[in-house]
């Protein structure tokens, strides 16, 4: 079946990096761009960051722009968050989303996050 | 482009119709999603281009709408319905999601 699943999480201090994996199985990995959304505790989805399925297209929000570079390898069915320069308020749960279908960019299979905490 | 939802939280009895709003500061086609997320869960796809149900997703759920104004329609609320409902825009980079609605039981 259609899976994605999230792994990097950490406890992580203010201005040090991390990176996030997404690793896809059950579809044909390298027809479908992917979305990274993130949930700061308690407050709503925020959009973070989008691939194309071939990797030549990214998308970023403005509060990560110039921080987190998202990538894939598709020879490993697997997409990346890199963040650096983290900050406080980048504490969140981050999801990876799937394509909903190679032409639609809904969110169609989501993983179950990992919970990224920037602290001292 | 922003999204503006409407209203923040309602309470419900089972059976009862429900309306959540959505509205785009500038026109969006029917570029337009809802989510649900459950405590502690990953949202789910409800509901793609505006009024498209997604697999698996009860008959009760409906969406509507075009341009810059979007309803959620539950027909029938029921228990399991409990939740928090998002839309998001996906018209155009960056992508935008409206503030939530949290839906619950009376």
Redesign the interface.
């Known amino acids: 079946q259609v899976q994605v699943v999230e792994s990097g999480g950490g406890v992580v201090q203010p201005g040090r990096s991390l990176r996030l994996s997404c690793a896809a199985s059950g579809f044909t990995f390298s027809n479908y761009g992917i979305?990274w959304?993130r949930q700061a505790p308690g407050k709503?989805?925020?959009?973070v960051a989008?691939i194309s399925y071939d990797g030549s297209h990214s998308?970023?929000?403005?509060s990560v722009r110039d921080r987190f570079t998202i990538s894939r390898d598709n020879s490993k069915n697997t997409v990346y968050l890199q963040m650096s320069s983290l900050r406080t308020e980048d504490t969140a749960v981050y999801?990876c989303a799937k394509f909903?279908l190679p032409t639609?960019?809904?969110?169609?299979n989501?993983?179950?996050?990992t919970l990224v905490t920037v602290s001292s | 482009i922003q999204m503006t939802q409407s209203p923040s939280s309602l309470s419900a009895s089972v059976g009862d119709r429900v309306i959540i709003t959505c509205r785009a500061s500038q026109g969006i086609q029917n570029d337009l999603?809802w989510?649900q997320?459950k405590p502690g869960k990953?949202?789910?796809?409800l509901i793609?281009?505006a009024s498209n149900l997604?697999s698996g997703v009860p008959l009760r759920f409906s969406g509507s709408g075009s341009g810059t104004d979007f309803t959620l329609t539950i027909s029938g609320l029921q228990p399991e319905d409990s939740a928090t409902y998002?839309c998001?825009q996906?018209h155009s980079?960056?992508?935008?999601?409206?503030?939530?609605t949290k839906v619950d039981i009376k």
Do not use: C, I, K, M
């Open positions: 979305h959304v709503g989805l925020e959009w989008t998308y970023y929000a403005d999801y909903l639609d960019a809904s969110l169609g989501w993983g179950q996050g | 999603g989510y997320q990953a949202p789910n796809l793609f281009a997604h998002f998001l996906d980079y960056p992508r935008t999601f409206g503030q939530g």
